[in-house]
Structures are given as structure tokens and as C-alpha cells.
């Protein structure tokens, strides 16, 4: 089990480590509708209008002794998290009642799973369910972070310099300044205080800012222009003025947004 904030790289980690061993990886994304029939399988019509049995992707991993990476696991409904506890323990069988069959997964049969992490910062991501405990239990745990900010910075370089013909001494203070203003969000998006913020700015996030950053560099108030389309549109305006206002005190760029409720 993965668990960490939003594009930390929790699923790409799984899908990498099974590129390196030569594994085949099925995945599927969980949902507050996921069912039963999504993971083991169902009876569905076939071409020629007959009932047969299709495979869900949790049993036709175990029936091959492949993995399969449930994302969101937490946003499943809590009764159908339950039904994985004897999949999940090593050694037991594969029963579908449905199907009247039951069978032992191949040898190399693995469950992933991702889920966001649950605290303070809960209000980032809805209608997340508590896990069983007796289903925790079932997994190893990883906790997924963001890279070191020498390991960002390496990525946001790269993008500057594909997406751009600026110099690269020009580039590092700018990439400089992106950080700062990803490590004060995070940090204050993990806050429990008052004025904690409500949203976070992910590897992938930096990445996109730095393309529409590019994009737009031609027209004043690019970097605030770059982030709005990277993320801040799709936040409230109060928490858009909270971001752009960190962005302002890194860059010194004066931000498109003024306090929510006042008139400029």
C-alpha cells in the first residue's frame, strides 16, 4: 500500500518497478461505485447474445500470477474494501460464488494499492473511507513523498530547457523561485492551523506551471498566468489569492488576485 499526497509518483513507482522486473501489471482506479463485480468479475453478453463469465481484474491477476494496483483504494466503499481480506492473506483461495468456482492464485499473484493520506489535510481529498483494520493489517506500507528539492529542481531544469532556448544560468533562479513557492504551499497546506491552504502543489503541477510559464512568457504576470491554468483556476478564489499572494512574495510579479470580498 502506497500512500502519500497527489502526484508524489505512488502509481508511476508501481508501474516502474514492474517495468524493471518484467512483470505484467493490471490496474484499475477505485471509486465511491466501485463493486464487487468491478474487482472479481461478472457475467456479461458476449457477441453472440450468451451470458459468460469476465474476469474482474483482481481475478484474472491471480488466475495469471500477475499484480494488480487498485488507485484510490480508500474512495472504494468500505464493504467492498472487506471482501479483499482473504484475497489479500497469502495462501488462501479465490472464491467467486457467482461463478460457482473457486481456484488458488498462481504463484506471483500481488495486490497494489494506492490511496492520498488521511490527517489534518483530509479536506483535499473527498469521500475517502476508513480502511478495515483487519484489512491493513494485510499490506506493506510505503510512504510516498515528493522528491528531494535536488531531485525537482533536475526535472523542472529539463523541462525549461526542452520547452525554451533560455540560458541556463537565466533558468536556475527561476526554477529557484518555484520551488520555494512549492515547499511554503505544501508546508502550509500540512498545517493544522487556521491558515492552513487547502491545496498543494505537486511534482506534476511544478512541471505543468513551468510549460504554461514558458508559454506565456512573452506577456507580463507569465508566472501567475502559468500557475492559474496549471492549477489555481480550479481553486477557490480565496485560496487562489492565498497561493498567487506566496508566488508574488517569491517572484516580486504583483498578483493578479486581490483579497476576496475586497473591491479594486
Known amino acids: 500500500m502506497l500512500t502519500g499526497h497527489k502526484g508524489s509518483g505512488k502509481t508511476s ?13 493490471m490496474s484499475m482506479t477505485g471509486n465511491g461505485k466501485t463493486s464487487l463485480e468491478a474487482l472479481f468479475g461478472q457475467y456479461v453478453l458476449n457477441g ?27 474512495a472504494i466503499p468500505e464493504d467492498v474494501q472487506i471482501a479483499l481480506n482473504d484475497v489479500a492473506h497469502e495462501g488462501a483461495p479465490i472464491t467467486l460464488p457467482e461463478a460457482g468456482e473457486q481456484f488458488m492464485p498462481a504463484q506471483g499473484f500481488r495486490i497494489y494499492a494506492t490511496i492520498n493520506p488521511k490527517g489534518a489535510n ?31 529542481k533536475a526535472i523542472l531544469l529539463k523541462v525549461w530547457k526542452e520547452h525554451s532556448n533560455t540560458e541556463s544560468e537565466v533558468i536556475e533562479p527561476v526554477v529557484d523561485q518555484m520551488l520555494d513557492v512549492a515547499e511554503a504551499i505544501r508546508l502550509q497546506a500540512n498545517s493544522t492551523g487556521a491558515d492552513a491552504i487547502p491545496e498543494i502543489i505537486s511534482t506534476r503541477v511544478l512541471i505543468n506551471w513551468a510549460v504554461y510559464w514558458i508559454q506565456y512568457s512573452k506577456r507580463s504576470g507569465a508566472v501567475h498566468m502559468g500557475l492559474q491554468r496549471a492549477l489555481t483556476f480550479s481553486c477557490r478564489p480565496e485560496v487562489a489569492y492565498q497561493i498567487h499572494k506566496i508566488v508574488e512574495i517569491s517572484t516580486s510579479v504583483p498578483s493578479p488576485y486581490s483579497l476576496p470580498g475586497t473591491v479594486t
Do not use: C
Not at 13 to 25: A, D, M, R, S, T
Not at 134 to 152: M, N, P, Q
Open 13 to 25: 513507482i508501481v508501474e516502474q518497478f514492474h517495468l524493471k522486473v518484467n512483470v505484467n501489471l
Open 48 to 74: 453472440e447474445g450468451k451470458l459468460v463469465w469476465q474476469d474482474g481484474p483482481v481475478t484474472a491477476a491471480a488466475r495469471n500470477g500477475h499484480s494488480v494496483l487498485i488507485n484510490e483504494f480508500n
Open 122 to 152: 483530509d479536506f483535499m481529498y473527498r469521500g475517502r473511507k476508513d480502511m478495515d483494520a483487519a484489512l491493513k493489517e494485510r499490506f506493506f506500507w510505503i510512504s510516498v513523498d515528493y522528491g528531494t528539492r535536488d531531485e525537482e
